[in-house]
């Protein structure tokens, strides 16, 4: 089955810097490549997701990328702020409509101001 | 709309209780999922349903089981708790569109001592 992998478990960065959050994925017949953000207490949410057959995808200060040859996508997040401190998770599906989510560990994402 | 709702929000159980969590969706979404979250773990696919009617097991099922008698409404069952199981449990639902978001519940956060 499929297994995800998902570095670094922390990341500490000062506010306005980049942040990059890595996942590898095991099964090749995965196409769809989900990212969650938790908050403190709070439910996972989708903040964006990617397409195997699209490379790159942004909204505003957030992009995801994704190699399928290599079998790695990453999490950029630009110009981050105090806001963005959460916990990350990278999600890989082989899409059927049904999404048979498989996810990382996560990721502790600190933001100081 | 209220979204995806759990029920209880918080529960203590005994080792060898039983006890149903109960999800319910308001938004017609055909695919209902129960996960647990552990610390360092991510988020683990327990059991999933891709209509009113239908279960099937997912990554981690033992020791659960579950009902969706009705389309909006996915029950977690466990029969006999074991502090193994003493976690924090997502509920979540998705529809049959491309986008394939799915849409978390709030969370049960169960102890088993």
């Known amino acids: 089955g499929e297994n995800v992998e998902q570095h670094p478990s922390t990341l500490s960065v000062q506010e306005g810097d980049s942040a990059v959050i890595k996942c590898t994925y095991s099964?090749?017949?995965?196409?769809?490549f989900p990212w969650y953000k938790q908050e403190l207490g709070k439910r996972p949410q989708l903040i964006i997701d990617?397409?195997?057959?699209?490379g790159e995808k942004k909204d505003q200060r957030i992009a995801v990328t994704l190699n399928k040859t290599a079998k790695h996508f990453s999490l950029h997040i630009t110009e981050t702020q105090p806001e963005d401190s959460a916990v990350y998770f990278c999600?890989?599906?082989?899409?059927?409509?049904?999404?048979?989510?498989?996810f990382g560990t996560g990721t502790r994402l600190l933001v100081s101001p | 709309n209220a979204g995806v709702t759990q029920t209880p929000k918080f529960r203590v159980l005994k080792t060898g209780q039983s006890m149903t969590l109960l999800c319910a969706q308001d938004?017609?979404?055909?695919?209902m999922y129960w996960y647990r979250q552990d610390p360092g773990m991510g988020l683990r696919l327990i059991h999933y349903?891709?209509?009113?009617?239908?279960?099937a097991k997912g990554e981690v099922p033992d020791g659960y089981n579950v009902s969706r008698l009705k389309k909006q409404n996915f029950l977690l069952g466990l029969e006999s708790a074991a502090p193994s199981q003493t976690s924090v449990y997502f509920c979540a639902s998705s529809s049959t569109g491309v986008k394939g978001e799915q849409y978390f519940g709030p969370g049960t956060r169960l102890t088993v001592t």
């Open positions: 990617i397409r195997s057959n699209v």
């Open positions: 349903s891709v209509g009113e009617g239908t279960t």
């Open positions: 099964d090749s017949a995965s196409n769809y």
């Open positions: 999600a890989a599906s082989s899409n059927t409509g049904f999404q048979k989510l498989v």
């Open positions: 938004m017609n979404h055909e695919y």
